[in-house]
C-alpha cells in the first residue's frame, strides 16, 4: 500500500505525520521523502545513508563532426533548447526537458546523450529498522519532477508492505508526480482561510486522478471551522484532529517526531492506519 | 525602483503574514501609493486572501501543449510508448492512451508515430489577474494555476514583468513579491532580478535546514539576502542557531517574531496582522522588521 502525505499549504505538518505513521506502521515500511527541494524527514527519523545515486536528465550532446546543420532537431524541440546558429548547433542545458527528440530525429545520428545531474538519491535504514530513501535536488537546479520520478523508481530489493511518500507543499507538477501511482492521499491541513484554499488546489488533483483521500486537521483551535465544512460538504473523511498545542510545536521543532513527544498519539496513528487501509478496501 | 521577495525554503513559515503585513505598513508611511504587490506562489496563492482585491483584469495562462492520439487511425504499434520518457502513454484494452497528467509536452510521440496519429494541443493551465487590493495597499498581480499544472515558473515570471512595466511606466518606488516555497523553479523566477530577499525562518531543525538551501540559492542567483526569524520564541536555541549562522555568513538578521495566535485571527478575519491588531506582539515586531529591512533595500543594487 503506497500513502502520500500531502497539504498544499507548507508548513501544516505533513512531515510531522508522515514520520509518526511510519514509526507506528509496523514492521515492513517503506519512508520516501519526497520533497526534494526541502527535504527534513531525515532530520527526524535519522536514518544511515549508504546507498547513493546521482540523478537527472539526458542532455544532447552534438558531435560536430557529423552535423549537417540540417536544423531538424530544433524544429522538434518544443522547449527551444537546440538551436542551429550558422554553422554551429547550441544547447541550452536550462531549457531542455530531457526528451531525447532531438537525439532520435537527427538523420545524421549526429546527436548523443549524457547525463546532467540535478540530484542524489540517498537510501538506508532508521535507528528502529525502517527503510528510508529521499532525493535532494542541487541548489540552482529548477526542476524537482526528475528526481522524484527516478526516487518512485528506485525501488527496494523486496518492496515493503507499506510505503509511505512525503510530499512537496503546492498543488503543481512535483505534487502530481509524487501522488501518481499511489493508494490513499492523506490531507494534513489546519483550519485557517490559506489551509483550506491550498486543500481545495490538491483536492482538485486527487479527484482527477481518482486516488481516495482523507484529511488529518492539524493545530485544531487556531482557526475557524471553514474546513470541517468543506469536508463535509466534498464527502471527505477527517481521520484525525489534532489540537494545538504548544508543546508539541516546541518537541517538533527540536527534531522529535509527534509520537516521541506525546507517546499517547501511537494508538492514534495506528488507528489512523487501520481507517486509511479500510478507506483502500473500500 | 527596487524589489524586494519575501522566500523561505520550508513551506508555512509565515512569508505571506509578512507580506501582507508589509503592505500595510507601506501604506501608512512615505511610501502610500507608491508600492506593487505581486503573489509569486501560483498553486497556493494566500496574499489575495489577506488583501481582498478588486479585480480589474483577468487573462487565460496557456502553459505547456500536451498530446492526443487519434484512435481512428492509430494502429497500435507502440512507438509512443517506446520514445515517452515521462511515462505518460498507457497501454489500455489494445489502445494506447495519453495521461495528460503525465505528459510533459516534449512531442516526442509525434515524431515517432508511423502512422501521424498524434497531435500536440495547447491548454489552458491557469488564470493571470491584475487587481487593486483593498485599503489602498496597492495594485496586486496574482495568478491561480490549475491544479497540476506544470510552467509555473513561467507564469510567475509573467506577473513579474507586468508588475516591473507598471512600476517603470508609473513611477512606483517598490515592488513586493510573496514568493513560494522549496527552491526549484517558481522560487528561481521570482527571485531573479531582486534587489533584496527577505528570508523567513523557522527556528526548527527542519526550518533551519531548508533555510540554509533557500540562502546558497539566492546567492547563487546574485541576490542579497536578509533573514528573520518566526515563531522565534517556540525554540530559542534554534533561533540562536540561525543568528549563529547569519552572522558566520555575513548575513544580517533583521528581527525575530514571537509565535503569536493573533496572527491566524487575522487570518481569519482577512486582514493583514499589522491592521488587525496594531498592538499585538507578532505586528510590533514585524513593525521593526519593516523599519530595518526597507532601508536596506532602499540602498540595495
Known sequence: MRIVVASGKGGTGKTTIATSLALTAGESVCFVDCDVEAPNAALFLNPSLDKRKEVGILLPVVDEALCTYCGICSEVCEFHAITVIGEKTLVFPELCHGCGSCTLVCPEKAISERLDVMGVLERGVTATGMDFAQGVMHVGEPMAVPIIRELKKWTLPKPPAIEIRDAPPGASCPVVEVIRGADFVLLVTEPTPFGLHDLKQVVGIIRELKIPAGVVINREGIGDKAVETYCAEADLPVLLRIPMERRFAEAIASGKTLVEAAPEYRSVFRTLLEDITAEVAA | ?301
Request: some cysteine.
Open chain 2, 1 to 301: 525602483m527596487k524589489q524586494l521577495v519575501i522566500l523561505s525554503g520550508k513551506g508555512g513559515t509565515g512569508k505571506t503574514i509578512v507580506t501582507a503585513a508589509f503592505a500595510h505598513l507601506a501604506a501608512q508611511g512615505q511610501l502610500t501609493g507608491k508600492l506593487i504587490l505581486a503573489d509569486a506562489d501560483v498553486d497556493a496563492a494566500n496574499l489575495e486572501l489577506v488583501l481582498k482585491p478588486h479585480l480589474l483584469e483577468q487573462q487565460d495562462f496557456r502553459g505547456g501543449k500536451v498530446a492526443q492520439i487519434d484512435q481512428d487511425s492509430c494502429s497500435s504499434c507502440g512507438d509512443c510508448e517506446a520514445v515517452c520518457r515521462f511515462d505518460a502513454i498507457n497501454h489500455v484494452d489494445d489502445l494506447y492512451v495519453i495521461d495528460p497528467i503525465a505528459c510533459d509536452g516534449c512531442a516526442a510521440c509525434v515524431y515517432q508515430c508511423p502512422d501521424e496519429s498524434i497531435s500536440m494541443h495547447e491548454q489552458v493551465a491557469g488564470k493571470f489577474y491584475f487587481s487593486e487590493s483593498a485599503h489602498d495597499y496597492g495594485p496586486l498581480y496574482h495568478a491561480n494555476l490549475f491544479p497540476g499544472k506544470d510552467n509555473s515558473g513561467k507564469l510567475v515570471t509573467l506577473i513579474r514583468q507586468r508588475a516591473r512595466r507598471q512600476a517603470l511606466d508609473e513611477n512606483y518606488e517598490l515592488i513586493i513579491v510573496d514568493g513560494p516555497p522549496g527552491i526549484g523553479c517558481p522560487v528561481i523566477s521570482a527571485v531573479t532580478g531582486a534587489n533584496l530577499a527577505l528570508i523567513v525562518a523557522e527556528p526548527t531543525v527542519a526550518g533551519v535546514h531548508d533555510m540554509q538551501r533557500v540562502l546558497q540559492t539566492v546567492r547563487h542567483f546574485g541576490v542579497g539576502a536578509v533573514v528573520c526569524i518566526n515563531k522565534a520564541d517556540i525554540y530559542p536555541a534554534g533561533a540562536d542557531d540561525i543568528e549563529a549562522f547569519c552572522q558566520e555568513s555575513g548575513i544580517e538578521t533583521v528581527g525575530r517574531i514571537p509565535f503569536d495566535l493573533t496572527v491566524s485571527r487575522a487570518m481569519v478575519a482577512g486582514e493583514a496582522v499589522t491592521a488587525f491588531h496594531p498592538q499585538a506582539a507578532s505586528s510590533i515586531a514585524i513593525a521593526k522588521i519593516w523599519e530595518k529591512t526597507l532601508p536596506l533595500l532602499l540602498e540595495s543594487k
